[in-house]
């Protein structure tokens, strides 16, 4: 046997696919008769669930992140993009960072490249609506945001100030409320070390088209979470669409009209667009056809799971697995498993799992959760997001310096400088250059 396993995307099911082979094969692949390849723009798989609290500087960015090479040391890390899969022919086009695409052949695939933000044609929307996936979203937010409160404090133009002032985050699932409620709190925070700007005077404005917010907790403690998301101050607008943002002037379905410097778009994602360039069949949402077994509907040796794959789930007949962490880390466990068993002849399993609720942060000492039925909220919820997510976050390494970073977040007050000017680093340098010249 001499088999090349390609993986292509290095998150949640990628990598822990990756490490559950590396377990599995160790015999296959010191004698080199099994070669794993794990394909990600990224050297690194970054734990969305602590985006939130990096983006409220409650933990360092790069304990948020696992890095792909050290985990993985029997896998080959290629950094660039999968364009194209043709899995008639078994080959898969890679685009790396830098020079030429090229064509990498394997013997068996597993796509898990994920999902983008969703978006909608709204004017304005591109040109300043931010999403909140990626570690450098959740920083450049934090920065964004403390920056704002610098220029609000800087300038005697009431407009501009408000402007400033004003933080919109459209789409209230986990990652728009989460990402809200701390950086909210993280604004409040920095309040104190303005001298004109009070509490109160940062607008913070969440906009839902549906009726409920954060439906991971269920009904009743996402009613709950809205409660205490409007006794915060938050303007929480239901069954309310955005319609326009042009020029930063946002229109909202329900008349209402202002200014924003920032808008945060957290409405849904969709899969990968990898996953329409190629031959692999798809659902009727777009994502790649799955069966229970994580195997891609109607082919042979090709594997899909995590938010780009349809997965039927058995203990809900009828539906699908959410695009969630819970289902990617199982379905990878699965998932290698199942690609032992095809390089054993044996037969596969089925992915099997119930969803057994969420926890969500809610900012410092807050939280709501509803898992296995039991239901928390305010400081014994966000205990348990705390200890259930330092529980997931992988690598023990990870693990370590993320109880440091809060541990010294206890002893200390929190990092409230913008770092902005680190997404324009040679503007210092072009600008003394420039000077030089005169
Ligand atoms: C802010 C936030 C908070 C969340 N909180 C929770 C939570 O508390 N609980 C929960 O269960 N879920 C949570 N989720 C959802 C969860 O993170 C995702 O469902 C999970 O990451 C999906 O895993 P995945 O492997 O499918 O995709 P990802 O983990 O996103 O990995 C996809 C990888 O593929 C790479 N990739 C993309 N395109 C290509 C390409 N063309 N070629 C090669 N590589 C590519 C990407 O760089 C990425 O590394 C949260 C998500 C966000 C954004």
Redesign the pocket.
Known sequence: MNKHIVI?????????TALRLQRKLGKELRNRSVRITV????S?????????EAAAGNLSPRHVVAPLRRVLPKATILN????KVDHANKKVT?VPGEGEPREIPYDLLVM?????SRTLPIPGLTDIGIG???VGE?IALRNRVLHQLDVAESTDDVEVRRRALTFVVVGAG??GV??LAELEDMAKDSTRYYRNIKPSDVRWVLVEATNRVLP?VGPEMGKWTLEQLRERGIEVKLDTRLESATGGHVVLSDGTEFDAETLVW?AG?KP???VTEGDLPLDERGRIKTTTQLTVAGTKDAFA?????GVPDVTNPGQYC????????RQ?KVLGDNIVRTLHGQQLVEYRHKYVG???GLGLHQGVANVYGVKLRGLAAWFM?RTY?LSRVPTLNRKVRVVADWTLALFFKRETVSLGEMEHPRDEFRAAVASNRR
């Open positions: 292509v995307g290095g998150g949640y099911v990628g990598m822990y394909i990600d723009p990224n690194y798989m970054t734990y969305q669930p602590f985006l939130p660039g993009m999968v364009t890679f898990a490249a994920g999902s983008i909140f996936k990626t959740a986990f990652a989460e990402a991971e957290t994602v990968s667009p990898v799971a995590g938010d780009l794959a959410a695009p969630n962490a819970q289902h990617a880390v990878a969420s926890v969500a997001h997510h």
